[in-house]
């Protein structure tokens, strides 16, 4: 009995001391992860649109590089947190988290998304400061891999900037951005009911072929929306008084996320096409 009694101790002690390296191995492997560079940083660059401003949440006038508020960073967060199901029943959350994305050798990497949205903000603006803000940001976030996402060009219409000045804008901050080690991608500016903002998405586009950029098409993509672009941008009244739909609501801005991710990030980012239930289940099996 005292045989049984002794063994039966010296299994639990082992067992113990297993659990303990364990631990240890663990929070060693989550310090020497914590220590490693994000796999992507994504920084949302344009005006009030990119910060999420609209009917319902007018206090987003500044993106200031933040990365846990407003509707275009925490859906584009959580998109690549989970590249799940998407539907249109989705409404925006309080906070966005760090996006774990799960490569071919199931070693998993982080994504950040950083916003630097200027609401009221033009081209013109947007090219004198994006260099400070890109490097603030590149300063802030160790990375193996930095994207810009440049959707400006809505305000050029209504301060009266030209549409060669928009392409000028366009290309100097395509250039700016380069140059601090960013990948640029450039978006095409929303459908309006007030203006026609076709010619300034034309040159918008002229721009980014002229630098060799890809476009993520956002104006089409809300035009083939079923039921109408109407149905995803808010009804608001403007300065003048009059009704005008400039900003969308927590549904349109969930479709401007899913086209940066569905037309352009997901080819782009490390370990976005590996993202399977059956690499998930051989990690928690240990292979």
């Known amino acids: 009995m005292r045989t049984k009694i002794s063994l039966l101790q010296h299994n639990i002690k082992r067992f113990a001391q297993l659990v303990i390296s364990s ?46 508020l407003g509707c275009p960073t925490i859906y584009l967060n959580n998109i690549l947190r989970n590249e799940g199901p998407r539907t249109d029943q989705q409404i925006c959350s309080t906070e966005a988290h760090d996006s774990p994305i799960i490569d071919s050798n199931k070693k998993i990497h982080n994504t950040i998304v950083a916003n630097w949205g200027v609401g009221g903000s033009d081209t013109t603006s947007g090219e004198s400061r994006i260099s400070n803000n890109l ?27 030209s549409t060669s000045t928009t392409n000028f804008n366009t290309r100097q901050m395509i250039i700016k951005a380069r140059a601090l080690g960013y990948e640029p991608i450039v978006g095409t500016v929303l459908p309006r009911d007030d203006v026609n903002v076709q010619p300034y998405n034309t040159e918008i586009v002229n721009a980014a072929n002229q630098e060799g950029v890809f476009v993520v098409d956002h104006f089409n993509r809300f035009i083939s929306q079923p039921g109408g672009w109407q149905t995803l941008i ?4 403007s300065p ?15 479709i401007i996320a899913e086209t940066w991710f ?24 240990g292979d």
Request: glycine letters at 10%.
């Open 23 to 68: 631990l240890i191995l663990i929070n060693l492997g989550a310090a020497q992860a914590a220590e490693e560079p994000y796999a992507a940083v994504i920084v949302l660059f344009g005006d009030s649109t990119t910060t999420g401003f609209n009917a319902e949440f007018q206090d987003s006038r500044f993106g200031s590089g933040t990365t846990t």
């Open 135 to 161: 490097s603030e940001t590149q300063g802030a976030f160790d990375a193996e891999n930095y994207y810009v996402l440049i959707m400006y060009g809505t305000n050029d219409q209504a301060f009266g900037v």
């Open 234 to 237: 808010e009804q608001e009244i």
């Open 240 to 254: 003048e008084g009059e009704l005008v739909r400039l900003h969308p609501h927590d549904q349109g801005y969930l």
């Open 262 to 285: 569905d037309q352009r990030l997901k080819d782009l980012i490390p370990g976005i096409a590996s993202i399977h239930m059956a690499p998930i289940i051989n990690i928690l099996l």
